[in-house]
Protein backbone atom coordinates (compact mmCIF):
# COMPACT_ATOMS: atom_id res chain seq x y z
CA UNK A 1 0.00 0.00 0.00
CA UNK A 2 1.39 3.38 -0.44
CA UNK A 3 1.87 6.10 2.20
CA UNK A 4 -0.70 6.99 4.12
CA UNK A 5 -0.53 11.04 5.38
CA UNK A 6 -3.31 10.30 7.94
CA UNK A 7 -1.23 7.38 9.65
CA UNK A 8 1.74 9.64 10.14
CA UNK A 9 1.17 11.86 13.39
CA UNK A 10 3.61 14.36 15.94
CA UNK A 11 4.64 12.89 19.11
CA UNK A 12 7.21 15.61 19.75
CA UNK A 13 8.07 18.93 17.78
CA UNK A 14 10.82 21.23 18.31
CA UNK A 15 12.58 23.56 16.06
CA UNK A 16 15.43 21.13 15.79
CA UNK A 17 13.88 17.21 16.28
CA UNK A 18 10.71 15.96 15.56
CA UNK A 19 9.27 12.52 17.24
CA UNK A 20 6.39 10.92 14.69
CA UNK A 21 3.97 7.54 14.88
CA UNK A 22 3.43 6.14 11.92
CA UNK A 23 0.85 3.10 11.91
CA UNK A 24 0.29 0.89 9.02
CA UNK A 25 -0.56 -2.54 7.50
CA UNK A 26 2.44 -2.55 5.31
CA UNK A 27 5.09 -4.45 5.89
CA UNK A 28 8.42 -3.05 7.69
CA UNK A 29 10.31 -3.93 4.26
CA UNK A 30 7.33 -1.67 2.63
CA UNK A 31 7.55 0.99 4.90
CA UNK A 32 11.53 1.71 4.65
CA UNK A 33 11.12 0.89 0.59
CA UNK A 34 13.36 4.31 -1.18
CA UNK A 35 10.56 7.16 -1.77
CA UNK A 36 7.83 5.64 0.69
CA UNK A 37 7.84 8.89 3.06
CA UNK A 38 8.31 11.14 -0.43
CA UNK A 39 5.10 12.71 0.25
CA UNK A 40 5.91 13.90 3.53
CA UNK A 41 9.10 15.58 2.67
CA UNK A 42 8.08 18.79 3.41
CA UNK A 43 6.86 17.56 6.99
CA UNK A 44 10.37 15.32 7.72
CA UNK A 45 13.42 17.55 8.25
CA UNK A 46 16.99 15.73 8.65
CA UNK A 47 17.62 14.00 12.34
CA UNK A 48 13.71 13.10 12.52
CA UNK A 49 12.76 9.94 14.31
CA UNK A 50 9.30 8.01 13.17
CA UNK A 51 8.55 5.36 15.64
CA UNK A 52 6.72 2.50 12.81
CA UNK A 53 4.60 0.22 13.89
CA UNK A 54 4.15 -1.87 10.44
CA UNK A 55 2.01 -5.45 9.97
CA UNK A 56 5.47 -7.71 11.20
CA UNK A 57 7.39 -5.14 12.99
CA UNK A 58 7.98 -2.21 15.61
CA UNK A 59 11.09 -0.44 14.56
CA UNK A 60 12.47 3.17 15.48
CA UNK A 61 13.78 5.02 11.97
CA UNK A 62 15.82 7.75 11.54
CA UNK A 63 15.07 10.33 9.03
CA UNK A 64 18.08 11.33 6.25
CA UNK A 65 17.55 14.11 3.94
CA UNK A 66 14.70 13.94 1.33
CA UNK A 67 12.76 12.10 3.59
CA UNK A 68 15.20 8.97 3.14
CA UNK A 69 14.76 6.34 5.60
CA UNK A 70 17.55 5.04 7.53
CA UNK A 71 17.98 1.25 8.87
CA UNK A 72 17.10 2.25 12.55
CA UNK A 73 16.46 -0.43 15.14
CA UNK A 74 14.01 -3.15 14.99
CA UNK A 75 11.89 -4.61 17.73
CA UNK A 76 11.52 -8.32 17.77
CA UNK A 77 7.97 -10.06 18.97
CA UNK A 78 3.97 -9.70 18.43
CA UNK A 79 2.94 -6.06 17.83
CA UNK A 80 0.85 -4.82 21.07
CA UNK A 81 -0.98 -1.89 20.84
CA UNK A 82 1.71 1.05 22.04
CA UNK A 83 1.25 3.20 24.32
CA UNK A 84 2.54 7.21 24.03
CA UNK A 85 2.69 9.93 26.80
CA UNK A 86 3.12 13.76 25.93
CA UNK A 87 3.21 16.14 28.09
CA UNK A 88 3.60 19.95 27.82
CA UNK A 89 7.69 19.69 28.99
CA UNK A 90 8.06 18.46 25.89
CA UNK A 91 8.91 14.95 27.29
CA UNK A 92 7.13 11.38 25.93
CA UNK A 93 7.46 7.45 27.14
CA UNK A 94 6.68 4.67 25.61
CA UNK A 95 6.15 0.89 26.42
CA UNK A 96 6.16 -2.16 24.43
CA UNK A 97 7.27 -5.69 25.60
CA UNK A 98 9.63 -6.23 23.04
CA UNK A 99 13.44 -7.22 23.00
CA UNK A 100 15.76 -6.36 20.34
CA UNK A 101 17.27 -8.52 17.74
CA UNK A 102 21.21 -7.54 16.45
CA UNK A 103 21.46 -8.78 12.42
CA UNK A 104 25.17 -8.46 11.27
CA UNK A 105 26.97 -10.15 8.76
CA UNK A 106 30.95 -9.95 9.02
CA UNK A 107 32.63 -10.86 5.69
CA UNK A 108 35.80 -12.38 5.52
CA UNK A 109 38.97 -10.68 3.95
CA UNK A 110 39.76 -10.62 0.02
CA UNK A 111 42.95 -10.77 -1.85
CA UNK A 112 43.49 -7.62 -3.46
CA UNK A 113 44.12 -8.79 -7.32
CA UNK A 114 42.35 -11.75 -8.71
CA UNK A 115 43.17 -13.50 -11.77
CA UNK A 116 41.00 -13.44 -14.38
CA UNK A 117 39.22 -16.54 -15.50
CA UNK A 118 39.34 -18.42 -12.09
CA UNK A 119 36.72 -17.72 -9.54
CA UNK A 120 36.39 -15.73 -6.44
CA UNK A 121 36.33 -17.64 -2.93
CA UNK A 122 33.10 -15.63 -0.73
CA UNK A 123 33.14 -16.91 2.92
CA UNK A 124 31.21 -14.63 5.70
CA UNK A 125 29.52 -15.14 8.88
CA UNK A 126 25.97 -14.66 9.67
CA UNK A 127 24.34 -13.29 13.23
CA UNK A 128 20.55 -12.47 13.98
CA UNK A 129 17.94 -14.70 12.14
CA UNK A 130 19.12 -14.14 8.43
CA UNK A 131 18.15 -17.29 6.76
CA UNK A 132 19.64 -16.67 2.61
CA UNK A 133 21.88 -14.44 1.73
CA UNK A 134 22.77 -12.61 -1.49
CA UNK A 135 25.78 -12.57 -3.00
CA UNK A 136 26.90 -9.89 -5.35
CA UNK A 137 29.66 -8.19 -7.23
CA UNK A 138 29.59 -4.55 -7.76
CA UNK A 139 32.01 -2.53 -10.49
CA UNK A 140 33.78 0.59 -8.96
CA UNK A 141 30.29 3.07 -10.31
CA UNK A 142 28.27 0.51 -7.37
CA UNK A 143 26.77 -1.24 -10.04
CA UNK A 144 25.48 -4.88 -10.32
CA UNK A 145 27.63 -6.97 -11.92
CA UNK A 146 25.62 -10.33 -12.52
CA UNK A 147 25.43 -12.95 -11.50
CA UNK A 148 24.33 -12.53 -8.40
CA UNK A 149 24.36 -15.65 -6.16
CA UNK A 150 21.18 -16.54 -2.95
CA UNK A 151 22.89 -18.82 -0.63
CA UNK A 152 21.04 -20.67 2.30
CA UNK A 153 23.10 -19.49 5.69
CA UNK A 154 24.17 -22.90 7.45
CA UNK A 155 24.95 -22.85 11.17
CA UNK A 156 25.67 -19.68 11.04
CA UNK A 157 27.96 -19.26 7.83
CA UNK A 158 27.94 -18.63 4.23
CA UNK A 159 30.35 -20.10 1.43
CA UNK A 160 30.37 -19.71 -2.24
CA UNK A 161 32.01 -18.80 -5.11
CA UNK A 162 31.58 -16.01 -7.88
CA UNK A 163 32.95 -16.35 -11.21
CA UNK A 164 35.86 -13.07 -11.92
CA UNK A 165 34.27 -10.58 -13.64
CA UNK A 166 36.10 -8.51 -16.64
CA UNK A 167 39.75 -7.28 -16.01
CA UNK A 168 39.01 -3.97 -14.28
CA UNK A 169 40.07 -2.23 -10.73
CA UNK A 170 37.55 -0.73 -7.95
CA UNK A 171 35.08 -4.10 -7.85
CA UNK A 172 33.37 -4.82 -4.38
CA UNK A 173 32.22 -7.62 -3.38
CA UNK A 174 28.30 -7.04 -1.30
CA UNK A 175 26.70 -9.71 0.96
CA UNK A 176 23.29 -8.80 1.76
CA UNK A 177 20.13 -10.14 3.74
CA UNK A 178 18.11 -11.70 1.36
CA UNK A 179 15.04 -10.14 3.17
CA UNK A 180 16.72 -6.72 4.36
CA UNK A 181 18.91 -5.25 2.03
CA UNK A 182 19.48 -2.66 5.06
CA UNK A 183 21.66 -5.91 6.67
CA UNK A 184 24.81 -5.88 4.16
CA UNK A 185 28.85 -5.81 4.57
CA UNK A 186 30.85 -4.27 1.98
CA UNK A 187 34.75 -5.74 1.06
CA UNK A 188 37.65 -3.36 0.02
CA UNK A 189 38.03 -2.82 -3.21
CA UNK A 190 39.53 -5.53 -5.58
CA UNK A 191 41.36 -5.62 -8.88
CA UNK A 192 40.92 -8.14 -11.65
CA UNK A 193 44.34 -8.81 -13.18
CA UNK A 194 45.06 -10.68 -16.62
CA UNK A 195 46.08 -14.09 -17.10
CA UNK A 196 50.08 -13.57 -17.42
CA UNK A 197 51.33 -17.50 -17.63
CA UNK A 198 52.09 -16.82 -20.98
CA UNK A 199 54.75 -13.82 -21.83
CA UNK A 200 53.63 -12.07 -24.66
CA UNK A 201 55.53 -9.36 -27.15
CA UNK A 202 54.31 -6.04 -27.94
CA UNK A 203 52.65 -6.63 -30.62
CA UNK A 204 50.23 -9.11 -27.98
CA UNK A 205 51.64 -12.38 -30.30
CA UNK A 206 52.79 -15.30 -28.15
CA UNK A 207 56.38 -15.93 -27.46
CA UNK A 208 57.17 -19.34 -28.72
CA UNK A 209 59.93 -22.16 -28.21
CA UNK A 210 61.51 -23.93 -30.76
CA UNK A 211 59.20 -26.35 -31.04
CA UNK A 212 56.46 -24.37 -31.52
CA UNK A 213 55.08 -24.16 -28.17
CA UNK A 214 54.50 -21.02 -26.18
CA UNK A 215 56.90 -20.02 -23.41
CA UNK A 216 55.13 -19.90 -20.00
CA UNK A 217 55.85 -17.76 -16.94
CA UNK A 218 58.30 -18.86 -14.66
Known amino acids: MPFAPTALTPVFQSQSFSLWHYRSTDTRDQITTVGYFAPARTQLRVGDVIIAQASDALSILPVRSNATIGT ?25 QASAVV ?21 AQVLGPISQVVVSIRDAQGQLVPPAQIVDV ?9 PTPPVGTGYRLRVEDAGDSGVAAISSSFNILPDLRLILTEAGVKLLQEDGSAIAQG
Request: avoid cysteine; proline fraction near 5%.
Open 103 to 123: TTIILAPLLAGLIAGTSIPVS
Open 154 to 162: SQGYVTTTL
Open 72 to 96: GVNLDGAIAPIALTRTVAKSFQFVQ
